[in-house]
């Protein structure tokens, strides 16, 4: 599977847009770019996925590079809810595989 | 709509019995995966399974462990002879088809070995 790089923690304000970014150098042409967050003591919860076009959904956008090397998952107005560990993660439907593989991820902490 | 049920939610066992965990998945998802997470660490992959068959097993150690989705009924996975070492929360998550469905997970099952 193609690795991911992510910091490991980043903080924020509350009610301020936070902009959680992603590397992904060998990316291939068919892997999905997925978002997955994990709130403490809970298990990991969707956030969103895309492949080239940005996306929006309720909880986010995603802001995907032109070369696809790169992703940034946009919170638009953080909340204390949104404290979690965020996993950027790569998926290839076409591989053959439907387990995901989380790295380390990052860690984000939402300030009153 | 009911999202994926995991009990127990904490199950605590004595070295040498057995651990048996148990998974909903959500309505009409007939797809389930298991994960791990030790204590500190990143969750890991262990299996995936689809209604009465193993897809892929990779990810399950060799011995002790086992898994299956029959027909009617919850997933479960089981650990025979348990060790400290098996001390760790164990995610479930089902999703309703291959090919890219977000994975729907549940709250977990935390596991601990006396």
């Known amino acids: 599977d193609a690795k991911t790089t992510q910091p490991n923690s980043m903080e924020s304000n509350e009610e301020e847009p936070v902009h959680l970014p992603c590397n992904h150098s060998t990316i291939s042409g068919t892997d999905y770019i997925h978002w997955y967050r994990q709130l403490p003591s809970q298990g990991p919860e969707y956030v969103i996925h895309?492949?080239?076009s940005n996306v929006n959904n309720r909880m986010a956008s995603l802001a995907i590079a032109e070369d696809r090397k790169s992703s940034t998952l946009i919170l638009h107005r953080a909340t204390l809810r949104d404290a979690a560990v965020y996993y950027c993660i790569l998926r290839d439907p076409q591989g053959g595989s439907e387990k995901l593989v989380f790295g380390k991820g990052m860690k984000l902490t939402v300030n009153p | 709509n009911a999202g994926v049920m995991q009990n127990p939610r904490h199950l605590v066992r004595r070295r040498g019995q057995e651990a048996r965990l148990r998974c909903s998945p959500m309505k009409g998802h007939s797809h389930v995966y298991w994960y791990r997470q030790l204590p500190e660490e990143g969750l890991k992959f262990m299996v995936y399974?689809?209604?009465?068959?193993?897809?892929?097993e990779s990810g399950m150690p060799k011995e002790r462990f086992s898994a299956e989705f029959p027909k009617e009924g919850p997933s479960i996975l089981r650990i025979q002879q348990v060790v400290r070492g098996d001390s760790a929360a164990y995610f479930c998550?089902?999703?309703?088809?291959?090919?890219?469905?977000?994975?729907?997970f549940g709250d977990g099952t935390r596991l601990s070995i006396l």
């Open positions: 399974l689809q209604k009465e068959n193993i897809i892929d």
């Open positions: 895309g492949l080239t």
């Open positions: 998550a089902s999703s309703q088809t291959r090919s890219n469905q977000p994975q729907h």
